[in-house]
């Protein structure tokens, strides 16, 4: 059974080792290592390039929708005296005719876009489309409106205060660097129709306001069965905890089920691990006492013996194929054929291994100990393979698992490393 599994399971992937006079080291860890190496290598190189070669006393400004900036630079006076300085490079300004031209561009924005969600300017009852900047950053902007009942500074639209149409003006100061000019024009507000849905929300509010003010000495309040003409009807907001509730039973119940499914293999994992990790020992231990002279059941006797001195207390037992052999003892001692029992015994640890163990004891209890013997020899010799197997996966799977916090000590060590530079960079 070992053998077939060691032919079934794919070789696992070796890794490569450098020799480093008496240390052995993983090639991918020293790929990593020297890359990082090499970058800071090439790092140095540039900023020595950059900062000592190809100085010529000047520095490139921030352009005009960038920020100030603050460079250190190191000054030397005649005597060879060397002092850091930090030195603020304002950002370039626009010319008289590039702020005249970004003003008109801030201008034409503006037509194109204050109305909003409004048909046009003749028609306002929504909120103003209104920016603090213009022409991609470049040109500030500040509102004001001659009737400020009617519009906000920020471009909201009063409809509680609009008794009818008003025609208000909009002014901009329009500012660029250090030149600023005023834009202005006008707008209408109308009052709204009660068929839009702000002109219906604004007389319904209207409508609700009336009527509470006129119920005020009354016990109750009296809802409002017409809006501006509108027939309406009122209904309590439904409530839904319980069918929330109800929802909520079943996603529970459904992520209980879930879970005890998982729980459940996970177990039924656990114990096939257990099993297999059980199994060499066992048949080693097995295979000793055939060759011995001793018969099966016998062996199982020591080893029921040996595994009960060793856990007194079989709660939580991690090893139930041990525990599975104190059972068939226990049953060939309550009168249980051997044949049976074995048999028993490979259907309750349910794991092909032991199948096949099974099967040999009871094949045993016809033919002798003689074939038996040699078929254990042979079955420990294979175990003994499969454990090579399994001990070098799981080192590879452990040494595996160690490239994951190697990958992100080296990206921690990229972000200390190049974020400096593209902060140089970009200042």
């Given at each position: 059974?070992?053998?077939?599994?060691?032919?079934?399971?794919?070789?696992p992937k070796e890794k490569k080792y450098l020799h480093i006079g008496?240390?052995?080291?993983?090639?991918?860890?020293v790929l990593?290592?020297?890359?990082?190496?090499?970058?800071?290598?090439?790092?140095?190189?540039?900023?020595y390039r950059s900062g000592e070669l190809h100085f010529n006393g000047e520095l490139a400004r921030p352009a005009y929708d960038e920020r100030d900036m603050e460079t250190e630079l190191v000054v030397a006076d005649s005597r060879d005296e060397k002092n850091n300085v930090r030195v603020h490079v304002s950002r370039q300004a626009f010319t008289g005719?590039?702020?005249?031209?970004?003003?008109?561009?801030?201008?034409?924005?503006?037509?194109?876009?204050?109305?909003?969600?409004?048909?046009?300017?003749?028609?306002?009852?929504?909120?103003l489309a209104?920016?603090?900047?213009?022409?991609?950053?470049?040109?500030?902007?500040?509102?004001s409106f001659s009737e400020p009942s009617l519009i906000g500074q920020d471009g909201s639209v009063h409809l509680e205060n609009v008794t009818e149409d008003t025609v208000c003006y909009a002014s901009a100061t329009l500012s660029c660097g250090t030149y600023e000019t005023v834009y202005s024009f006008p707008v209408r507000v109308v009052v709204p129709n009660v068929k839009s849905e702000e002109g219906f929300s604004y007389y319904l509010k209207k409508a609700l306001y009336d009527a509470d003010e006129a119920t005020k000495e009354a016990a109750v309040l009296v809802l409002p069965t017409t809006v501006n003409g509108t027939k309406v009807t009122w209904k309590r907001k439904r409530n839904y905890r319980g069918q929330e509730l109800a929802l909520m039973g079943i996603i529970a119940?459904?992520?209980?089920?879930l879970g005890q499914g998982e729980e459940a293999r996970r177990a039924r994992a656990r114990r096939s691990e257990a099993l297999e990790a059980d199994y060499p020992q066992l048949v080693s231990t097995l295979s000793l006492y055939v060759s011995a002279g001793i018969s099966v059941k016998g062996a199982f006797e020591r080893i029921?013996?040996?595994?009960?001195?060793?856990?007194?207390?079989?709660?939580?037992?991690?090893?139930?194929?041990?525990?599975?052999?104190?059972?068939?003892?226990?049953?060939?001692?309550?009168?249980?054929?051997?044949?049976q029992a074995y048999r028993k015994f490979g259907q309750r640890c349910d794991h092909r291994y032991y199948s096949k163990l099974a099967m040999m004891l009871s094949q045993n209890v016809k033919k002798g100990n003689r074939q038996l013997k040699e078929q254990l020899e042979k079955e420990e010799a294979e175990c003994f393979e499969a454990r090579k197997v399994r001990a070098r996966i799981l080192g590879e799977e452990a040494s595996t698992k160690l490239l994951i916090p190697m990958g992100m000590m080296l990206g921690v060590v990229l972000i200390v490393t190049i974020a400096p530079a593209l902060m140089n960079m970009s200042l």
């Open positions: 059974m070992f053998g077939k599994e060691k032919k079934e399971r794919k070789k008496k240390l052995r080291v993983q090639r991918d860890t990593i290592l020297s890359l990082v190496e090499l970058l800071g290598i090439g790092l140095a190189i540039s900023d005719e590039e702020a005249l031209a970004r003003m008109e561009e801030a201008k034409k924005e503006i037509d194109s876009s204050i109305a909003g969600d409004n048909p046009s300017l003749e028609s306002i009852t929504k909120p209104v920016a603090g900047e213009y022409s991609e950053g470049a040109v500030e902007a500040s509102w119940g459904v992520a209980v089920v029921a013996a040996q595994y009960k001195s060793r856990m007194p207390d079989k709660r939580g037992s991690p090893h139930p194929g041990y525990d599975a052999i104190v059972i068939a003892l226990r049953e060939m001692e309550d009168g249980l054929s051997e044949t």
